[in-house]
Structures are given as C-alpha cells and as structure tokens.
Nanobody, 116 residues
C-alpha cells in the first residue's frame, strides 16, 4: 500500500520560508518521479516542482528562484523549500509520486497559509 505523508505546512508571514517534507512508503522510491502540487480554493491543482529519479528538476514559472525541490533516496523523502512566500502561495500542497505505467499516487496534503 502506497503512502505519502506530507508535513511542514503552516502559517507563515509574507516573505517567510517553509520546508515541506513528504515521506513515502510502499514504493521503490528511487525509481519514482516525485512532485509537489498545490491547490488554492476555487482553482485547479497545479505543479509547483518535480524531481525525477535521476535528479532532474522542473519548477513552475511562478516559483522559479523561490523554491528548491530535493530528495533523499536513503530516507524515501522528498522536500520542498520555499522562500519569499507571498499570500498567493496560500494553498493545500500535495505530494505526488509517479512512474510510467502506473497511476499517480497522492498524499493527503498539507495546508500552507501566507498571511500577516
């Protein structure tokens, strides 16, 4: 059974930073592309960042230069460090694990609220 458990969300002031973590189990983690998505109220879920099994990364244009995705294959964990956060970054952030030929796996999400 695949489990993705996010942590690290919370309330942060504009301009602040957060580090999200996603611990995976039930998959051979090192083979998966891991990603972070977010969904704000009334909006579609969108990609924030992803990292392939080989370590290549992609970022949403809106987050380039303000976040870093990384992975620790020994600990089956993917991280998302976000800086210079803005109120419009407020959303539920979801961890995603994907591999060719299988359905995507999702975590339950962690709330990030950027507000003064």
């Amino acid at each position: 059974q695949v489990q993705l458990v996010e942590s690290g969300g919370g309330l942060v002031q504009p301009g602040g930073s957060l580090r999200l973590s996603c611990a995976a189990s039930g998959i051979i983690f090192r083979f998966y592309t891991m990603g972070w998505y977010r969904q704000a109220p009334g909006k579609q879920r969108e990609l924030v960042a992803a990292i392939t099994s080989g370590g290549s990364t992609i970022y949403a244009d809106s987050m380039k230069g303000r976040c870093t995705i990384s992975r620790n294959n020994a600990e089956n964990t993917v991280y998302l460090e976000m800086n210079s956060l803005k109120p419009e970054n407020t959303a539920v952030y979801y961890c995603n694990a994907k591999i060719r030929g299988s359905l995507d796996n999702w975590g339950q999400g962690t709330q990030v609220t950027v507000s003064s």
